[in-house]
Every structure is written in C-alpha cells, then in structure tokens.
C-alpha cells in the first residue's frame, strides 16, 4: 500500500510499508545516473590512488552532490527503518560511489542514530578501509552519538586500541567537529590516545608488509595532526602546550600539521620545540 508519493528530479519515490522497495528505486535510478556520467579514466586513476577493489564510475565530487543535492528533500523525509534499509542495499553494491552515497544518506539522518546503531556503524567504518569513505562518514556522526549518549565515548577507547588502523584513525577523528568548533568534546581523552599513538611500535608489530606499514603510519599521523589543527582555531594555547609535550615523540608531519594554522603569534617560529 503507497502511503506517500514524492517525485524527485530524477526520479519517483514511492515511500510504502516496504521500505526495500523504496531502495530498489533509489539504487536503480543511481545506477542509471552513474553509468550516464562515467569517466573511464577518472574511474581508473581514482581506483589506482585510493588503493580500492571497489568498482568506480569516476564520478566527480560535483556530480556526486548533484545527485545528493537533486533528491535531497525526498531523502531526507525517508524514517528511520527506511534509511537504514536502503544504507545497507546501497553498501552490498559493487562500487565506491553506491557506498559514498549510502554513507551521504546517513549522514542525512545522524540525529535518528542511536548507540543500539553502533554495531552498523562499525561494519561500514571497517569495511571503509580508506579515508574516501572513512572520513566524512565519522567526523559528521559520532559528535551526535557523542553528545547525546556520552556512554558512547567507551567506544573510543575501545577503538583506539583496535588492530585496525583505520579503527585507531577513526576514534581519533570522531571528536574534530567539536574541537573545530570550540565547544563539547573530550579533550583529555583525545590528548591521552594521541599520545598513546606516538608509539607506533604496534603498527611494526601488526603490519609486516611495506607499504601497508607506511600507509597505518601515514594516516595515524595525519589524523592526529589534523584534529591538533582544528583544535588549534580555538585553543591555540592548548595544541601548543601539546606539541611541546611530545616534541621528541611526534612526527614531521603531526607536527607540521597541528601547526600549521596557529594564530600569528603561535607560528612555529615561535613555538620551541
């Protein structure tokens, strides 16, 4: 039985006590979009720098907004039941841009999330297996989970001693909004896992392979550095006092980058270390 009618611009929406169906239109209708504006050559470059085994379309960012942008009233009226029915269809498709957008649609609707959500969540955190996807995905999310059930901060500290690199990056990253904004937040938590990373001799241990080993270190490093950063626009004081810690134990480049956009009279010339 139809109960509401949406059409978007691409597409009818047909919003029924069967949400699977709902998906099926919305994944078919991608689909369409996607194989209209495929870049063979973006696709292969695309694939070949995110080191993916997904199928890629090499649709640009732009291209993918748009869609997101065109059917956006329609998504986000979807419930709860629907959205995660169509997250899931969307994650079990063969390419990177069917999970980009099954993530972008989550993130529509973070605030119906839950921590009874969580064992979802990090499925597709560990089935990232790359910032592309990673990034946005948990930045925009877990400050809601965060916020409203504070339980959801053992998480973290579950997470930050995970095998999984990508897992330790993630706990990290999942407090940036607050620090960017100024406001909410665990500091104290934050500082004592980046500190605990500065010892990177896990990720010796656990990663023998060369590159894979070059790649947990990297994106560790970073994702420290960049949440210091953003912390930085509001605590500058703070991220300084930080560096000045663990100057002996910090990285170039986590250094480099919780420095990078200090105020003036913060700048790295002034910061001894």
């Not at 039941?81 to 993530?103: G, I, Y």
């Not at 100024?182 to 010796?204: N, V």
């Not at 990663?207 to 947990?216: E, G, H, I, P, S």
Request: charged fraction near 25%.
């Amino acid at each position: 039985m139809i109960v509401r009618l949406y059409q978007t611009k691409s597409f009818w929406l047909q919003v029924v006590y069967n949400p699977v169906m709902n998906a099926q239109i919305v994944i078919s209708e991608f689909k369409k979009f996607c194989q209209t504006n495929f870049g063979q050559e973006r696709a292969k470059k695309e694939k070949a720098y995110l080191y993916s085994e997904l199928k890629h379309y090499g649709l640009s960012f732009g291209l993918r907004e748009k869609f997101l942008r065109d059917n956006k009233q329609q998504l986000i009226q979807l419930s709860k039941k629907e959205v995660l029915t169509l997250v899931k269809l969307l994650w079990q498709q063969p390419s990177f841009e069917e999970r980009m957008l099954a993530l972008d649609i989550l993130v529509l609707h973070k605030d119906k999330l839950t921590p009874a959500d969580l064992p979802l969540l990090e499925t597709l955190m560990r089935a990232s297996k790359g910032w592309a996807l990673l990034d946005n995905f948990i930045i925009q999310v877990m400050p809601h989970l965060l916020s409203e059930y504070p339980q959801t901060y053992n998480v973290l500290k579950k997470w930050i001693k995970d095998d999984d690199f990508w897992v330790r990056r993630s706990a990290l990253l999942s407090q940036l909004l607050f620090f960017r904004q100024g406001k909410g937040g665990d500091k104290d938590l934050f500082f004592q896992m980046a500190a605990d990373q500065l010892d990177e001799s896990w990720i010796d241990k656990l990663y023998k392979d060369k590159l894979q080993n070059k790649r947990a270190k990297f994106f560790i490093r970073k994702a420290i550095g960049w949440t210091l950063r953003e912390m930085s626009r509001k605590h500058p004081q703070t991220v300084v006092d930080f560096v000045k810690k663990y100057q002996h134990q910090m990285s170039g480049l986590t250094r480099r980058e919780a420095t990078r956009k200090l105020p003036a009279k913060y700048s790295i010339s002034t910061v001894t270390i």
